[in-house]
């Protein structure tokens, strides 16, 4: 493929769209499907696919650079106790990753087959969207009983871990997903959001190193590129992205992205009914 400007312009936005979408609670992978329709690499459908989910990477490290020293075991700067306490809260990000990684290897091929489509997006974003709304109506009258990321236990990462699972259907977003499930499950908002940041990071590491594994390693000088240019947008946009989310949820709830979910799926609905289904053809 000719590498041209208009080819790194279209990266750079589906970089900012996957920056901003992957830890807001809008489904990245719903944005990205339909996105698509309207502004497509000239690249082949192998690397497009493969594309798609590891810029997810450049969205990952974002985590990894602001919240490294929360992260680390081993800093210096940790007493023995906080290294205990690190090594522990990787080990719940490993409980919790477990459903999610067993089912995505079963049905990996089944839901990019038969779920990559409008009309599942649609749907999942009316649903969450509505849960969004629901679930923190409901949570108005409820105190959170985890309000510190060392107080979550097992037994609630594992809880989340399975909500992790709904992810894999397209529009339903993980992080949406999951912190949902944290939020039902007595976490606060932050220590939802927050655990849900760190899950996000061997879990996307896994699943983009198993497309880089199915689609090979042979890649053109403009695959490289293009490649590399979407994944430093995407982590430019997220360290923003996460910076935002943090602030904003400290007085504010996620009522907000439920309405937003529900607009944006009855928007796709009335294009599949006047003009036709974007990935029929995909």
Known sequence: MDLSV??????????IVEGLTEWLPVSSTGHMILVDEFIQLNVTTAFKD???????????????????????????RKTAAEKRATFSLWAKVIVACLPAA??????????????????VVSFTLILYGILFIVVENYNKTRSPRVTDLDRLDYKTALI??????????PGTSRSGSTILGGILFGASRYVATEFTFFLAIPVMFGASGLKMV???????????IILLVGMVTAFIVSILSIRFLLRYIKKNDFKA????????????ILYLIFIGDPTANN
């Open 6 to 15: 208009v080819e790194l312009l279209k990266t750079i936005f589906l970089g």
């Open 50 to 76: 493969m594309f798609l989910v590891v810029i997810q990477l450049g969205a990952i490290l974002a985590v990894v650079v602001l919240s490294f020293d929360k992260l680390n075991p081993f800093s210096s």
């Open 102 to 119: 067993i089912i995505g290897l079963l049905f990996n091929d089944y839901m990019e087959k038969h779920f990559m489509t409008a009309q």
């Open 160 to 169: 989340i871990g399975c909500f992790q699972v709904l992810s894999l259907v």
């Open 214 to 224: 199915k689609f090979g390693w042979h890649y053109t000088s403009a695959e490289v």
């Open 257 to 268: 992205f439920g309405w937003y979910r529900i607009a944006l799926g009855i928007v796709v």
